[in-house]
């Protein structure tokens, strides 16, 4: 070391000038010019259950300020959309959300009166008692019956509220060996799903979101990606498969998943949230920020190859705010999400493919690496800024008060009501 210092030359004079002359615009600039591209492009459904009381099969840990009914729910998703400028619609559970009977087009101007528009519509084909052995996949036809008509309900909701997207999670498996037939079940599956794909309207989609295990535990009827989107094909043309990220065994890679979806035109959405044992509904980020980085740099990648064209996904969040304030929460994750989808739009594709050609594998790596630990909090501020968005989202929820007043407003009216916080999971 001391070596080193002898012999180390005076640095030469910088001249500025003739390097600022090559390059007419700064990096930082440049950089800013890929974070603003990215970030006007990226938008984030927030849902309505990650604003209600929520807990694990345990029990639940009430909040004041946790949203009591649709409006509750409009109006948080209001307040997240006003301080990020990024989550203009909010997923809708058909069954928690809406009342028998109830007017969607009262309920679309409920939201706009939020500053919102309702999002996915998401049937609930898990919580009624006929649903103890399934729904699309049960051999009872009377199950199956009610599960269709249900999820036919949603369709037609869907297309009365000017909803795009019809999101399918199937609570459907079976515990134990010998118990039902693996193919019959998956013949009733594809059933359901082709009689509700031809329900479809012109502009909706069929989303179909898989998980490897839970609620049951020996055989899921949708366990993984590629029963998803054999699934999707069978049901028809608007069918795509959903990837919610907390549904994969800890060793999986999700982004490749991502990567081979995107190649067959079949990614239709995400749910994001994090995971560190299982189906854990953390915060995005929370635990692997790098692996939303790759997924989102595959997405990146994909418009790359794909001359600029962005694959048409719908980015929706499903996690559960079960002891952090439920505000809070999805502010934070709007936030990580922008963070690192714009990281991922900093990677030099061209650099990258020049690279992979010539296995650089090294190279290649730490050009990605060198993308995920660039800070764009300064241009992420910078992006607000223009938009006329507060520089920092928490704080400005913070200093605004809402959620105090929130609290103290809904504890006071479920007094009045009589409710008892509990009940139903959200
Ligand atoms: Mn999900």
Redesign the pocket.
Known sequence: MALAKKSSPKPAPKSAAPAAAKRPVSSKDALEQKVFAALDAFQIETPSWGYADTGTRFGKFFQDAAAIDLNDKLADAGQVHRLTGACPSVAVHVLWDFKPGEDPKAVAALAAKHGVKIGAINPNLFQDQIYKYGSFANADPAARAAALEHTLYSIDLGKKLGSRIVSM?FADGVNYPGQASVRARKKRVEEGLIAAHKRLGPDQLLLI?YKPFEPAFYATDIADWGMSYLYSKKAGKKARVLV?TG?HYTAQNIEQIVAWLLDEGMLGGF?FNDRRYADDDLTLGSIDPYQAFRIFHEIHHHAFDNGGKYADIAYMI?QSHNDKSKIEATIQTVVTAQELYAKAALVDHKALAALQDKNAQLDAEELLKSAFFTDVRPALRAWRKSKGLPLDPLAAHRASGYEVAAGKERAARRKELGIVQGGSYA
């Open positions: 999670w979101e919610d549904h749910h499903d």
